[in-house]
Every structure is written in C-alpha cells, then in structure tokens.
C-alpha cells in the first residue's frame, strides 16, 4: 500500500549487489533475508535432497496441489532464488566458483571447518574473488575450546545465560519465544556484511565477518551484564517487573492485566497521585526504596487496581501521561492499524499459496524531502530449486560475455 509522499520502491539501497546464500535452519537464512530486504539479489543454495532443514520443520504447514509449504520457512527466505547444488559433487562445487566469482557475500553457517573441507578454504576464497565479504556464523564462535559444538537455539539460549533471566523466578526458566539467539546472530551478521561491505569501497578487498549464538546473546545482555561483571550480582529470572525500575511491569487488574513503566520519579510523582499512592511513605521514597521494597510495592498497586478494568485503566495512565500497554495476542498484533502502518506486514504471491502475508522488515527509508523510498513489492520465498534453470542460464550468459572480453561483472536480472 502506497500513500502520500511515498514511492512503492521495488529495490533498495543494497540493489546491485549479490548474495550467495549457503546456510540454513535460522540465523543466516534471516540475514540473507535482511540483505535481500535491503535490495540485494540473494541466491540461496540447497541440498538436492529436501533442501534447507527448515522445509520440513512444522506444524503448521499449509497444504497446497503441489505439496506442503512450511510457515517456519516461509518466515525467513522471502526475496530469494533457490538453486539446488551437491557440494560434494564436482558441478556443484564448479557452480558455486562460479557464483562467488560474481558474488559479493557469501554466507554460511556450517560448523567450522566444513567449507574448508568441501574445497572453499579462505585462501581458495581470496582465489577466487579478493572483494567477496563472507559471513561465517556458528553456534559458540569459530575458535576456543568449544568452538566445534553444534548451535541451536534453545541450548544456545541457556548456556549463554539468557534463560537463568527468562521465567517467573529461579526455579521456573523459560526460553524466550522466539528463537533469539539466532535472529540476534542474523542481525549482527548483516550489519557486520554492510560495515564490511562499506570498507570494500576503501580498501577495494574483502573479508570474513565472524558472529555466533553465544557471542549474539552475550553481546545484548545489557545493564544484567554489567550487573555481574561491575557490580558483583548474579541475576536471576523474576517473573514480569524490571530488577532496576519500580514500578515497571505487569500489574493484575479486573479481568486482565496492564503493563507500565515508571522510568522516572516524575513519572513516580504522577503515577502516585493519579492513583492515591503515599509518595511521603519510606519504602517508596525514591527508585532504589521502591526497588528494595517490591513486592510491597506491587501488593498495593494491584490492590488500587483490582476493581477497574484494563481499558479504563489504559485510559486513566494515557492521560496522566504515564506509558503504559497491553500484552497482545499474535492475531491482535498483526490486525493493529499502527503494526500495518510501519509496513510490519507484507502481501506477497506465492507461487502455490497464492497470495500471503507475512512479517515485514523493521527498516524504513526516507529522502530529504520526506518521501519515504522504502522497498514495498517483495518475492515471496522460493520452491525448492524454483530458480535451477534461470541461474544457470545467467551462469552460461556471464560466462560468454566473459570470453568474449565484455567481462562478467554485474549481477544481472536472469
């Protein structure tokens, strides 16, 4: 949907650039995905037999005449080609040289040492194209001395310490609902691909950006990082209030629950009067009081509570200007005006669903005069091997132009 001072981009600011996408499961099928959301041509290479594990990974999956599509896969491969190669047979491994003689990122998230044994070590890499940028992710780091471990989220997620802070308290962990760990690591891949990318065009040379599981959660554990490493704390899961901020956090109320946030004491200030609160009571005097006396805190707020409902409640805390919300339902979510009004769902033709929505890129992109530019007409994800033939023929189309001196730059349209 286009509006006014807005263009309907079908591109965007990475258009030209190519994408050779080796990994599967998660953490680089999502960051081929924000590269191929960017504007790049993404070329996501397959295993013959079934393809990427992901295909398989469901319920739900949705029936169509042609077989079954899975929604996980259909989650994090949009604006893609799929091509089937065997890399352990010698077309496989000729095509892909040839792909990445072409390509400027390859992405890959083997364990380590695979690439090395199937013929594609970084000096045959420098060989075959000194500017290629290649994103190598894993689940516990490339070295060290569990560096060979296999990576999946949810171990990931609590060897990394994010589960000993996810849960109702110490004894009840629960990992986040989502698999974190490896969207963080397709993020922190991408962006390390654009910085690389961006000093290609001075160094006018490629190189390897590392990222994994472990180094992704550990990278955003944030103020409970610090809360050990500075001030001696070791964290532990309490449920659904900040261990910094009071009050801030899930408050019970008639027939439901709202959330607030009181990040300050004039906020705390407001908060009380609205509501009859004593500000002059000791145990609430400022933040760390309210912090040491929680529970207190929290009895006397739902107690406040108790006999109105959300809605009133949401009303009343907008305006006292106190920040505030609901816990929606996923359905709820993607049927909001304000979701679909940051693009946050795409319509796209699949080619045996038909016509699909799906979560959209968290990125928009304006001019200086205010037209918003961002990409809004998307591919949906590929069938397996759906692009066999037109890659090939682009592969036999560079190669000919390349021996007739025309050169075989460019990444084309095949």
Known sequence: MTGPGMTAAA???LDGKLVVDL????AGPHAGMMLGDLGARVIKVENPDGGDDTRGWGPPFVDTPEGRESTYFLSCNRNKESLR????????????????????VLIENFRPGTLDRLGFDPATLEELNPRLVVLAISGFGHDGPEGRRAGYDQIAQGEAGLMSLTGSGPDELQRVGVPIGDVLAGIHGAYGVLAA???REQTGRGKTVRTSLLSSIVGVLAFQGTRWTVGGQVPQAQGNHHPSIAPYGLFR???????IAVGSEGLWQRFAAEFGLPTADE??????????????????????????????LLTRLELAGIPAGRVRTLDEVFAWEQTRSQHLLLDIEHPTLGRIEVPGSPLRFFDGDGTETTRLRHG??????????SIRAWLDERALLGASGAGVSG???P
């Open 411 to 413: 990444t084309g349209t």
């Open 11 to 13: 591109t965007g600011p």
């Open 380 to 389: 949906a994800p590929p069938r397996l091997g759906e692009h066999d033939h």
């Open 197 to 199: 990318l961006l000093e």
């Open 253 to 259: 109320c008639a027939g439901g629950a709202v959330q």
């Open 283 to 312: 145990r609430w005097k400022d933040n760390q009081s309210r912090v040491g006396n929680r529970a207190a805190l929290i009895e006397a707020i739902e107690a406040v509570f108790a006999d109105t409902g959300s809605e009133e």
């Open 23 to 26: 990994s599967r499961a998660l």
């Open 85 to 104: 190669l065997d890399l352990k047979s010698g077309d496989g491994k000729e095509t892909l040289r040839e792909l990445l003689r072409r390509a400027d």
